[in-house]
């Protein structure tokens, strides 16, 4: 199954030079655990653990802070026509949880994350486990 079809369209954005307290508030009111930064194109990504760690956790002044200062670096995309297993596989290889997806000139168009890989994994699951129950003899 194409990426496409099982990431989010609606994307939390943010620019280079978004002071960190505004990426906060913005998670806050839209309710996600990361934003996308874009510069044209995707960029980094800035995750709610990202700012408790180098915020936070270091006692930075969020106020001096924008978010080129704690994204993340080496940011991995994901092409909207890879495959779940692609996305997996990258997601296990980097140890990260959020994959921006890309068309092919490299837009952003949504993203997927693990917890939307394993909701996929869990509806595969019960199907399978409704046809060995079908199919299964009554005791």
Sequence with gaps: MPIDNLARSDVVTA???????ELAAMMHDEDVG?????DDEPVGI???????????????DPDELMAEDVMSDGLQTIE????????TE?????????????DADGALQGIITA?????????EHQALANVIQAQRPPY
Excluded: K
Aim: hydrophobic share 40%; no cysteine; net charge negative.
């Design 80 to 87: 909207h026509d890879a495959g779940f297993y692609e996305a």
């Design 46 to 60: 800035v995750t709610d653990r990202d700012l408790t760690m180098q915020v936070l956790g270091e006692q930075a």
């Design 34 to 38: 990361s934003i996308v930064i874009t």
């Design 90 to 102: 990258l997601m296990s290889e980097h140890g990260i949880r959020r994959l921006p997806v890309t």
């Design 15 to 21: 620019s280079i030079d978004e002071p960190v307290h």
């Design 115 to 123: 917890d939307d890989l394993n909701e996929l994994l869990a509806e």
